[in-house]
């Protein structure tokens, strides 16, 4: 079992930047998809950005142009860079990875992929 730490998660102002990190244990940590995932209070999840075993990148509307995965697999951590935070980025972020080791050209085109996750870090953006 994969186990996922998610770490970063502050309370910035608007126009502000973070970075959030996810280090996985386990010797076939991250051979699949990754994504980073965000919950705000009474809303749904949903999934923010995915990049798959050739470091190819895939973003939510809200958050292409504003956020970047990236991968070190070196390190077995995915980050995630924030900038021009707004409000509405608000919430706990996950991170969760793919166990089946299967190729995925897009992660985020079938989120039940998504089948082990982290503990999650909290972000707050003030106006």
């Known amino acids: 079992q994969v186990q996922l730490v998610e770490s970063g998660g502050d309370s910035v102002q608007a126009g502000g930047s973070l970075r959030l990190s996810c280090t996985a244990s386990?010797?076939?940590?991250?051979?699949?998809?990754v994504a980073w995932f965000r919950q705000a209070p009474g809303k749904e999840r949903e999934a923010v950005a995915g990049i798959n075993r050739m470091k190819i990148t895939s973003y939510s509307d809200s958050t292409e142009g504003r956020f970047t995965i990236s991968k070190d697999n070196s390190k077995n951590t995915i980050y995630l860079q924030m900038n021009s935070l707004k409000p509405e980025d608000t919430g706990m972020y996950y991170c969760?990875?793919?166990?089946?080791?299967?190729?995925?050209?897009?992660?985020?085109?079938?989120?039940?992929?998504?089948?082990?996750w982290g503990q999650g870090t909290q972000v707050t953006v003030s106006s």
């Open positions: 969760a990875t793919d166990g089946s080791g299967k190729y995925y050209f897009q992660c985020l085109a079938d989120l039940s992929i998504f089948n082990n």
């Open positions: 386990g010797s076939t940590s991250l051979r699949g998809c």
